[in-house]
């Protein structure tokens, strides 16, 4: 990509199997559309912690949450592939 901000943020915590399987759809849906993603451990900030507590893991698309504990594969590519709005 060109540097910009990855369209996608996934917040997750260590040891967490839900977690581990978002990590696979969200790299996966951000390989086949060439998108970049980004991972936080809400555990690196109480104040993330407090926010998502048990929700995790939380995928954001363009700064606006999209889904939380399992990550819908179609539901994400369509996200990714819509125009975006302003």
Do not use: N
Not at 5 to 19: K, N
Not at 23 to 52: H, N, Q, T
């Amino acid at each position: 990509m060109s540097g910009a901000a990855p369209r996608v943020t996934l917040y997750s915590r260590p040891g967490c199997h839900l977690c581990d399987a978002a990590r696979e759809v969200v790299a996966r849906v951000c390989a086949d559309l060439g998108e970049e993603y980004a991972e936080i451990s809400i555990d690196d900030d109480p104040g993330l912690v407090d926010r998502f507590g048990e929700e995790i893991p939380v995928t954001f698309v363009d700064g606006r949450q999209h889904d939380f504990w399992r990550v819908d594969e179609t539901r994400l590519r369509i996200a990714l592939t819509a125009p975006r709005h302003p």
